[in-house]
DNA sequence: ACCTGAACACCGTTCAAGT
DNA sequence: ACCTGAACACCGTTCAAGT
């Protein structure tokens, strides 16, 4: 009978909260406050609602994470591609690291084996389409794509949790760890450190990024 | 007066617990039931105590960490080095790898900025030798350096969660996400990634860290 | 169908008191 | 000097009930 009625009103209680506005509320936080800020209490309070209403929109915690992680991936750019195919790894790569740095904290959902995400598969075909144009097998494609994965990663995670620290112990110590571990370094004992030592710090804040992975690349297609 | 009694015996309350005590406790949980299960109420129950008996023996639980992380650094192996810098460079990284690689848990600590602990400098300053035999600046060195570690780290990091989300995707449901995703691949949109599918999970479980380490450091020492 | 409140089983850490 | 117990301010999640 109700079917009948003109406006199709679906039966039930009607939504107060959608799952769009969840992780739009979720995005914010995570912009302004940081992952660790971003609980179910938090962002219920965040959309004004109940912890509980949110596992009606999302399977839990670690499912919103996801979906957060596939708002961005979809809106990360998607560069010119050059011709040539080394450039083109190397491209394809930046691009990836660009997209990630701006988000470290992504890299805690996308290390946990859910791989990208399904529309990001786009970096992983670029890489290994222009791995394979490099002449390289289908095997050593993979591994080339998974030795630069390695690299990005390694990257992305090392430097955005030292830039946290630095922050962190400036804040509180007015000098690294680092800084002081270095300053009181025994030149007899580890005298190569010790050539560097003044010049380390300095270094570590340099983003050296594309100069490592061109000589990776350089490296993992050598023998093409 | 009491000083001068024979038995050198300290003022004040006797100690039950040992700050090696809850150290070794804490290693013993770590290596049976994970780094997830090191808190400090169920540290206080493996030394029979109460948690905040620990605190007089530790900063808190940042601090008891960076104590194990000291720990595992003074044990991990230092291996004999070839005399060849090249190669030389290869086997510290090597050995660094597969001393972390034991306990992958520690990255979390050992990313955060602190370093190494001061007992695992041995590690850098190998390192920065070797590189600085190869021919390169210190400043290249350094460089070099960084590069390894991140592609080191992030070899780690990747693996270990890779491994781990494996297992239980596999307890859970019988079948990865990746396993899914590369099942259900659009040839047409992802044609590179088509062609290495079927060989993609079979080459993502063998270790070619050696292969990728080596491919980094023939460029980064190329122009030298 | 969607939302709520109370409750469970946890955390790390502080504080005041006991021996 | 060392330890304890109670308490604070949190978590994610389950469960039973309400609209």
Redesign the interface.
């Known amino acids: 009978m109700s079917r009948m009625t003109g406006q199709k009103r679906p039966p039930g209680r009607p939504p107060r909260i959608s799952r769009d506005e969840i992780v739009a509320a979720a995005h914010r936080i995570v912009a302004e406050e940081g992952v660790e800020k971003l609980t179910m209490r938090r962002l219920a309070r965040e959309v004004g609602s109940t912890p509980m209403a949110l596992y009606h929109h999302v399977s839990d915690r670690d499912g919103l994470l996801l979906l957060l992680l596939e708002d961005y991936a979809v809106r990360a750019p998607r560069p010119d591609l050059p011709a040539d195919p080394r450039e083109r790894v190397i491209a394809v790569a930046t691009a990836m690291r660009d997209a990630l740095a701006e988000i470290p904290w992504i890299m805690d959902v996308l290390?946990?084996?859910?791989?990208f995400g399904?529309s990001a598969?786009w970096f992983?075909?670029?890489i290994?389409?222009a791995a394979?144009d490099c002449g390289l097998t289908?095997?050593d494609?993979?591994?080339a794509y998974?030795?630069i994965?390695?690299?990005?990663?390694?990257?992305i995670?090392?430097?955005s949790?030292?830039r946290?620290?630095?922050d962190r112990?400036r804040a509180a110590t007015g000098t690294?760890?680092?800084e002081r571990?270095f300053g009181t370094l025994d030149p007899d004992?580890?005298?190569?450190?010790a050539?560097?030592a003044d010049?380390?710090e300095e270094?570590?804040v340099r983003d050296?990024y594309a100069?490592?992975l061109?000589?990776?690349?350089?490296?993992?297609v050598?023998r093409a």
């Open positions: 290390t946990s084996g859910r791989l399904r598969l992983n075909e670029q290994i389409a394979l289908p095997e494609a993979v591994r998974r030795a994965w390695h690299y990005t990663a390694g990257q995670i090392v430097t949790r030292e946290a620290a630095r112990a690294t760890y680092r571990v004992e580890h005298p190569a450190l050539r560097v010049r380390w270094l570590s050296d100069a490592g061109r000589a990776l690349v350089d490296g993992l050598r």
